[in-house]
């Protein structure tokens, strides 16, 4: 994410620490409903409804479309495996069994503080996450592996890909279920992770907006705190003005 791209606003201390605890009480508001919704939205997600034969599971049978589904995982796994994973470029089917249990994973970003290289914060992002299927070989992992801080396992990257790219697969196939995510308030978009040699994965956003505070006063406090994270913080004039999607779907109805 590019520094521009972020909502500033100055705060004094005792605004932050109240703004920073109205945050985290939301964010458990928000973290708690994603799960019961996708929860209970996971039958609608399996992922051999997409690829039929061409993923192993209980019920190997073909599926309608499965094969323009699966050329289309094969483009753009392709399109990424090699740099910086080194991996090769072909898929051989049937792929290994992916779980059909949903998991949104806090979204995060690096920011660079004051444009310095050297004064790096992990940010989170309270109202965004990463949907992908659940699996033990999380993002953070393979990050991991491509820093060299755990050694590489080539079978572990290659399926933390697949995992995330066939949610980006499934929500291009399946539209009506990219409206119905659109329907509980979540935005839903795929953006690319530059820092995973832009791996597309599927993104929600709650309807409220979030701001950092100036890149100083984010430093004076990971040095307090000895912890190069921050996370953002929730606007509260955003959370009396949430946008209503029926309601305006109405409004539209009634001008036609």
């Known amino acids: 994410m590019n520094n521009e791209e972020i909502v500033r606003k100055n705060l004094e201390s005792q605004q932050f620490l109240e703004l920073r605890q109205a945050t985290e009480k939301i964010a ?63 898929l051989h089917p049937p792929l290994p069994p992916i779980s059909n249990h949903l998991e949104a994973t806090a979204f995060q970003y690096s920011l660079s503080i004051g444009g310095s290289q050297e004064k790096v914060a992990n940010i989170t992002c309270p109202t965004k996450w990463i949907l992908s299927y659940r699996s033990e070989r999380s993002l953070n992992r393979l990050k991991a592996m491509l820093s060299g801080a755990v050694s590489r396992q080539a079978d572990d990257m290659k399926q933390t ?49 979030t701001f950092l505070p100036p890149d100083d006063f984010i430093l004076q406090v990971t040095q307090l705190s000895g912890i190069p994270a921050f996370q953002e913080i929730i606007d509260l004039e955003a959370v009396e003005n949430i946008p209503d999607p029926l309601k305006e779907s109405f409004k539209i109805a009634l001008t036609k």
């Open 161 to 209: 890909l697949i995992d995330h790219l066939v949610m980006v697969v499934f929500l291009k196939h399946f539209r009506t279920l990219t409206q119905l995510l659109e329907d509980l308030r979540y935005e839903v978009e795929t953006i690319q992770l530059n820092d995973l040699g832009g791996l597309p994965v599927v993104v929600l956003k709650a309807p409220l907006e």
């Open 28 to 90: 458990g508001v928000l973290d708690k409903g994603l799960k019961s919704h996708l929860s209970v939205l996971k039958s609608l997600f399996i992922p051999r409804k997409l690829l039929g034969t061409y993923i192993k599971s209980a019920a190997m049978e073909e599926v309608p479309g499965s094969n323009k589904a699966f050329a289309k995982l094969q483009e753009q796994y392709a399109a990424i495996c090699d740099k910086p994973f080194g991996l090769s470029k072909k």
